[in-house]
């Protein structure tokens, strides 16, 4: 089975402090992608990567930025925490371009 | 998908009836979707995907269609368990190179006893 492994289920930061959210997969996959999840506005985008020391913008990248230096992880930072950063982040990759996400269990992030 | 604000749908069906839930997209070139379920607590679960040259596909006790006329996707479950109470949603793919998937609010299907 694939598996995608986030480093921490629980996160809890004050506000303006540097954030590191790390993810791993298994499977060898060629893309990597972060995700947020708030109530009622679904899965959006922040960034993804789809090869080593890639990375594309997705919908919301502002506050974020991303690092893969291996294939097998992809980190997620934020480089000053805020409030509004509050949210379920979701790490997902995929072996290829059209296939099938497979995701992480998520990391639930309070910024105070 | 459109967001529906702070609230998820939600559909309640006994145990043992058939559930549908279903899921508008939004572009008509999408051609790959996938539906998801996440229960409380976990990440998003892989259960069935279509692609836009079929209208209907089946799996295990659900069915996947398609109604690419109206940009519509439905999922059934058949013979619901208490183990289906979870949130779905669907997701299509946007562009011509399949990185990104846009992805529906959810409806949370309840089951009761």
């Known amino acids: 089975d694939v598996k995608v492994t986030q480093s921490s289920r629980y996160l809890v930061k004050r506000t303006g402090e540097k954030v590191f959210l790390e993810c791993v997969q298994d499977?060898?996959?060629?893309?990597m992608f972060w995700y947020r999840q708030d109530p009622g506005l679904g899965l959006r985008l922040i960034y993804f990567?789809?090869?080593?020391?890639?990375?594309e913008k997705g919908d919301i990248p502002e506050g974020y930025s991303v690092s893969r230096e291996k294939k097998e992880r992809f980190s997620l930072i934020l480089e000053s925490a805020s409030t509004n950063q509050t949210s379920m982040y979701l790490c997902?990759?995929?072996?290829?371009?059209?296939?099938?996400?497979?995701f992480g269990s998520g990391t639930q992030l309070s910024v105070l | 998908g459109e967001s529906v604000g702070l609230h998820l749908p939600t559909l309640s069906v006994q145990e043992g009836d058939n559930s549908i839930i279903n899921c508008a997209y939004s572009?008509?070139?999408?051609?790959?979707f996938i539906w998801y379920k996440q229960e409380s607590g976990k990440g998003p679960q892989f259960i069935i995907d279509?692609?836009?040259?079929?209208d209907k596909r089946q799996g295990q006790r659900v069915t996947v269609l398609l109604n690419k006329t109206v940009k519509h996707l439905s999922l059934q479950i058949a013979a619901t368990q208490p183990g289906d109470s979870a949130v779905y949603f669907c997701?299509?793919?946007?562009?011509?190179?399949?990185?990104?998937?846009?992805f529906g609010p959810g409806t949370r299907l309840s089951v009761l006893p």
């Open positions: 997902a990759s995929s072996i290829g371009q059209g296939a099938k996400l497979f």
């Open positions: 499977m060898d996959h060629e893309n």
């Open positions: 990567s789809y090869d080593v020391k890639m990375k």
């Open positions: 572009n008509s070139a999408s051609d790959y």
């Open positions: 279509i692609r836009s040259n079929m």
């Open positions: 997701a299509e793919n946007r562009d011509n190179y399949g990185q990104n998937f846009v």
